[in-house]
T-cell receptor, first 112, second 113 residues
Framework: GQQVMQIPQYQHVQEGEDFTTYCNSSTTLSNIQWYKQRPGGHPVFLIQ?????EVKKQKRLTFQFGEAKKNSSLHITATQTTDVGTYFC????????????FGSGTRLLVRP | EAEVAQSPRYKITEKSQAVAFWCDPI?????LYWYRQILGQGPELLVQFQDESVVDDSQLPKDRFSAERLKGVDSTLKIQPAELGDSAMYLC???????????FGNGTRLTVT
């Protein structure tokens, strides 16, 4: 399957600082989805990006899809303690049976 | 808001025993997924159903794992015999269609001793 690499694996920030996680692929992605998993919880869908260069915002969260559709990023402005969790990108390889493959995730910790 | 139901929430079993997990997707969702998530890693797809048919089970260890969705609604995932390395969270998810975002259940945390 198509592998996506997520960086960083882990980030610890002071509340109020910004945070960015990146999802990179060596091949062109048809689409990208982002999920958030709180500690002890299950993944919850955040957004889906499909178009080259697409940018979507949800309050303090900004999602981008690269022009070449080989990378994506999630940026959180002025983090809050409620942002704590692991953020996963996921994609459906174009040659697959629509299966959704998850990245390894970026774990975010926020110091109050 | 409708949720994906999973049971049990926790399961402890001894190696070589059989174990089964149950999932009831959101009503009307045709696509059902079973994922395994090892602590600190992303979910790994085990099997995907479209209605009652298996769409993908390429990562399912078929010598010990089986999954069914006989009536195209709820689903059961079975492991027999369980091995120590099977200890993980087993997540069920559903979606309205093959291209739609996934809705996850709370999962079953399996510990094999």
């Amino acid at each position: 399957g198509q592998q996506v690499m997520q960086i960083p694996q882990y980030q610890h920030v002071q509340e109020g600082e910004d945070f960015t996680t990146y999802c990179n692929s060596s091949t062109t992605l048809s689409n990208i989805q982002w999920y958030k998993q709180r500690p002890g919880g299950h993944p919850v869908f955040l957004i889906q990006l499909v178009k080259s260069g697409e940018v979507k915002k949800q309050k303090r969260l900004t999602f981008q899809f690269g022009e070449a559709k080989k990378n994506s990023s999630l940026h959180i402005t002025a983090t809050q303690t409620t942002d704590v969790g692991t953020y996963f990108c996921a994609n459906r390889p174009p040659d697959s049976s629509y299966k959704l493959i998850f990245g390894s995730g970026t774990r975010l910790l926020v110091r109050p | 808001e409708a949720e994906v139901a999973q049971s049990p929430r926790y399961k402890i079993t001894e190696k070589s025993q059989a174990v089964a997990f149950w999932c009831d997707p959101i009503s009307g969702h045709a696509t059902l997924y079973w994922y395994r998530q090892i602590l600190g890693q992303g979910p790994e797809l085990l099997v995907q159903f479209q209605d009652e048919s298996v769409v993908d089970d390429s990562q399912l260890p078929k010598d010990r794992f089986s999954a069914e969705r006989l009536k195209g609604v709820d689903s059961t995932l079975k492991i027999q015999p369980a091995e120590l390395g099977d200890s993980a969270m087993y997540l069920c998810a559903s979606s309205p269609g093959l291209q739609s975002p996934l809705h996850f259940g709370n999962g079953t945390r399996l510990t094999v001793t």
